[in-house]
């Protein structure tokens, strides 16, 4: 992915930040806190995955996602993240 | 200018939340409880345990479980075993399964959703969370009767057998039930109450003398040196031994005295503090459990308080504690609850020893529910929780 496709989007910076703050969460109230609806929330979260900056585990029926403290991209957008605060 | 001093050096050590670092006359209890969960840091997921700590109330049943949790998980975490202890009142989660179990996750994800599942649901969640983070887990589950009493058998049950169901999976879920009167056990079906019934350590009402030393104790750790003396230190031990030995009412009325003594601004806490300590404190209201209470519950039990301030009686039936619950609604502006939730709150306030309940016999028409107040004067709780709602904003 191009680093533009994941900072054009203000929605995957907002869960990636979300994330990166709190660690886990699952799908509504990353939606929740992220201020958007469900279904875009959930391609969000797809596409991010998908580029290995955040993962998933399923407990029953329970999504948690989580950030992905091992990807090294993940862990200079979290830098970022933090220093831009 | 006026120099504030306090009988206190560390008041925090009378706190109901303290726990020791070592337990007054429950060594050989905690060696037990220790030896019953050894395999948990010597072969972790080989086994699972179930153990019931039985006793009245303030004997140590709370702080010697949370003794042996805190000693047991530092112990694996040198072993570098993830060994979790999670302690919960189930009084406090209303008795009810599906909170217990959330409250539980909770501890692993804080952020966990807390709608939308069923328990049976959650709890294959929390075994897929262990499994996931290779975790091992001590739940002690304190004031189980109040578990039992709303649920029955059948929390005990999924318990047990969420880990039967995984024969090949490594074992990690084991729980330690806390209750006082073992009687409620017999609520549950006999396989529940044979699996726990294995492993029991009862804990035997302090004796004055060993009150005494848990109170010298105490004394050494949150007062200043020579504000409480050995005469006043005894008084309280007596008293603690009239309510049969309960330690925590005996750390509490020493607390209260304490403050009597610096509001009185002495630099003693004298017998006439622990006087007016004992007025104030009653065992089962104790500062944390009528704040607890739901409004309707604490309005329901407002109205019982006003029907024996008002009546000699020594109990009131079911349907005159709901007109008298009715006028009190009325007053805090407050829409009435049902009867079942009523009687849901009966059996609640029940189990947490606040109300006793027995069922009508001759001489009453029908078949009724009937509440006493054995334990505290109807005045008192009455003041106490006008004192709460008011606190909490409620006015008439």
Redesign the interface.
């Known amino acids: 992915m191009a680093i533009e496709e994941v900072f054009s989007s203000k929605g995957r910076v907002k869960i990636l930040r979300i994330l990166s703050e709190?660690g886990?969460?699952?799908i509504?109230?990353i939606a929740r806190r992220a201020g958007l609806n469900y279904a875009t929330t959930n391609q969000h979260l797809i596409l991010l995955e998908k580029h290995k900056l955040i993962r998933h585990?399923?407990?029953?029926?329970?999504r948690?996602f989580r950030y992905n403290e091992e990807n090294p991209r993940a862990i200079l957008i979290r830098q970022l993240i933090e220093n831009w605060e | 200018m006026v120099r504030y001093s306090s009988v206190f050096k560390d008041e925090s050590k009378l706190d109901i939340n303290y726990v020791p670092q070592h337990l007054l006359h429950r060594k050989m209890q905690l060696n037990l409880l220790t030896q019953f969960f050894r395999f948990a840091v010597e072969n972790p997921g080989r086994m699972t345990q179930r153990a019931l700590i039985l006793g009245n109330i303030g004997t140590g049943k709370t702080v010697l479980s949370q003794r042996f949790g805190l000693n047991i998980t530092k112990e694996a975490q040198e072993r570098k075993i993830n060994l979790n202890y999670v302690h919960i009142n189930c009084r406090e989660c209303r008795g009810s399964l599906f909170i217990i179990i959330q409250r539980t996750i909770m501890k692993f994800?804080p952020?966990?959703?807390r709608r939308g599942?069923s328990a049976e649901?959650?709890l294959?969640?929390l075994m897929?969370?262990l499994d996931?983070r290779g975790a091992y887990l001590i739940l002690a589950l304190d004031e189980l009767e109040s578990l039992i009493q709303n649920e029955g058998s059948d929390p005990l049950y999924n318990l047990s057998r969420i880990q039967e169901d995984r024969i090949d999976s490594p074992k990690r879920l084991s729980l330690i039930c806390i209750l006082r009167q073992p009687e409620h056990l017999e609520g549950l079906d006999p396989s529940t109450r044979s699996t726990l019934q294995r492993n029991i350590i009862r804990l035997e009402d302090y004796s004055e003398a060993q009150l005494e030393e848990i109170l010298d104790t105490r004394v050494n750790l949150a007062f200043n040196e020579g504000t409480v003396s050995t005469q006043t230190l005894m008084q309280i031990a007596e008293l603690g031994k009239t309510e049969k030995g309960n330690a925590r009412y005996s750390i509490e009325l020493l607390w209260r005295a304490g403050k009597y003594a610096d509001a009185s601004e002495l630099r003693e806490v004298t017998p006439e503090c622990v006087r007016n300590a004992v007025a104030s404190v009653y065992p089962v209201v104790r500062k944390d459990t009528l704040p607890e209470l739901s409004l309707h519950q604490k309005l329901f039990l407002l109205g019982v308080a006003r029907h024996f301030k008002q009546n000699d009686s020594s109990y009131v039936s079911m349907g005159e504690a709901e007109e008298e619950y009715s006028l009190v609604c009325e007053e805090y502006n407050e829409k009435t609850r049902g009867h079942t939730q009523l009687w849901k709150y009966v059996k609640l306030l029940s189990a947490a020893g606040i109300i006793d309940t027995l069922v009508s016999g001759v001489g009453q028409q029908g078949k009724t529910t009937l509440i006493g107040l054995p334990r505290v004067p109807a005045i008192d709780l009455e003041q106490e929780l006008v004192n709460i709602l008011s606190r909490e904003g409620r006015t008439t």
């Open positions: 709190i886990e969460l699952n509504s109230e585990k399923t407990f029953g029926r329970i948690i | 994800i952020n966990f959703p599942y649901e959650l294959q969640a897929q969370i996931d």
